[in-house]
């Protein structure tokens, strides 16, 4: 039982769509293949501008968004609250832009008002980088406002969305998000190797302008490619039939129906966490829906319990990352996850915290 925030499990059609023997990138299978799938990404992004498909994991994605968009010198005001947020400042930086760290406690959501104060205080910034959701604490911020703010300043957004979209809310167009990245082995119930951008009309107008060096991710190639029906590198092929597959189940169930499960599942972790004893590390009205951090108390040994956990009770979780190691561990609960996995995760957790030094009362 795999619960970590991605790789995560596929169901059966999905993984069984994979053995498909390959087809020309250039022929019209593969055209008719990104089409239909480049179209019912944009539903899920919530918007009617471009939605490219890179070979990428997330990363890859976040590297892209910043080279196609802006140039060095161009100074960043990276809004940060954990681990992704600082990779975020950290290719921006390596790309040669000014990056301003606006930093949050980690556990605590991103704040508007600061960012509304830093925006207002220096007017030279050109863009703004921003996590949806921080899987590294199990934040979820509050994007809409943030955005608002940004775009009353009219600045470039650029949203790290990765373990969010497709599990939790975003409105690319109508919050005004110019660029959004998502990677395929997060909510989407797909295994990884593709990452997903989003690119409003400003973005564009920004990439017309951005001269960071780039090569494998120029989108000037990717869109120009996508016209005809294809990418400008050898993609993914496997990926996009499992995607294909993944993203009909989703629509079967609905979007607004994703949402609400995950916003069940979110709660019911929490709740179950709370109900063995153990302390959430986020703050709570900002907790996220796809990753759950709980906090090490009462003599727990969190590296002992994972290794309990998957040598015993054959669970996965995920460690604390940077900083949190030791500190907390993460329930990952987004793409194929169902309230009875939950309950099993909780179930074994329950048997082997004793075993893990954790000492107080549980129910
Ligand atoms: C997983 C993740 C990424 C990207 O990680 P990759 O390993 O490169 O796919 C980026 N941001 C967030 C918030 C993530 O959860």
Redesign the pocket.
Known sequence: MLRI??PTPCPEEVLQAMTKQMINHRGVEFQALIGSITSRLKEFFQTKGDVLILT???????EAAVVNTLSPGDKVLAVCN???GE??AAIAETFGAEVTRLSFPWGQPDDPDAVRRTLASDKSIKAVLV??????TGVTSDLAAISAVVKQYDKLLLV?????LSSIDLQTDSWGCDVV?T?S??GWMVP?GL?FISMSENAWKAHAQARMPRFYWDFAQAKKYLKSGQTPWTPAVSIFYALDVALELMANEGLVNIFARHARIGQKTRDQVKALGLPLFAVEKYASNT?TAVKAADGLDTNRLLQILREEHDVILAEGQGKLAGKIFRIAHLGWVTETDIDAVIERLRAALPKAGFSAAST
């Open positions: 925030p991605g990428a994991s997330g990363t890859g994605g976040m954990g681990v992704f990779r975020f996590t949806h959701n921080e899987t590294s790290d969305a990765v373990s969010s990245i990677g082995q997060k990884p990452a990753v």
